[in-house]
């Protein structure tokens, strides 16, 4: 269990704060940016749980806001799992089912789609966008051939379809894609 009694240290005063692992790393260090990243989504996600959100969709959002805390903890904590939380191929088919579970009431998509339409579908689309910089973030950290075997792959793999989970939920949650706005290439040129 977290215990925090202090809320400030002052340890990074100075630019650096401290990995899982207590390795001192630069704040704007990749791995760093990968995990604070990935607290931000939560924050999104956050947003729009307290948008009124209804079930199952909320229950799901407070699932992944779960989730992303683990995602972060294994980011924070390099190298081997050991006894430590990892990210595991179950965090990402649960996903995946939700995916398959939701997607099959949409129409196909015959265009792209623009962020809007209901609130809740707008706070998706801003999330699905934080969620592929965490995940471009997390390619970066793993593209450091120091840092590649200290990085879980799962990890990606599970802000890959998470991003795809925010896609098609927007889509379900804007009338079952009947308020989707629809992409029209070239519409201010004519």
């Known amino acids: 269990m977290v215990r925090l009694d202090r809320i400030y240290t002052k340890g990074g005063d100075d630019g650096l704060t401290s990995l899982g692992d207590g390795t001192r790393v630069a704040k704007h260090d990749t791995r760093v940016i990968a995990y604070g990243t990935v607290d931000e989504l939560d924050a999104v996600l956050g947003l729009l749980v307290t948008a009124e959100l209804p079930e199952p969709y909320r ?50 998509l015959k265009s792209f789609i623009l962020s809007g339409g209901t609130p809740h579908s707008a706070w998706l689309h801003l999330a699905r966008n934080v969620c592929r ?58």
């Not at 407070?62 to 939380?85: H, S, Y």
């Not at 973030?137 to 802000?159: F, G, H, M, T």
């Open 59 to 108: 229950g799901y959002i407070v699932g992944i806001q779960n989730d992303l805390f683990d995602v972060g903890a294994d980011l924070c904590v390099p190298g081997e799992a050991g006894e430590r939380l990892r990210i595991t191929p179950k965090y990402t088919n649960a996903l995946e089912a939700i995916i398959d579970r939701e997607n099959a009431t949409l129409e196909p």
């Open 133 to 190: 910089r965490a995940e471009r973030s997390v390619s970066e950290l793993l593209a450091i051939p120091a840092e590649k075997d200290r990085v879980n792959p799962e990890v990606l793999r599970y802000l890959n379809r998470l991003s795809d989970l925010l896609f098609v939920l927007g889509r379900v949650l804007n009338g079952n894609g009947k308020n989707d706005v629809l992409w029209k290439p070239g519409l201010r040129q004519s």
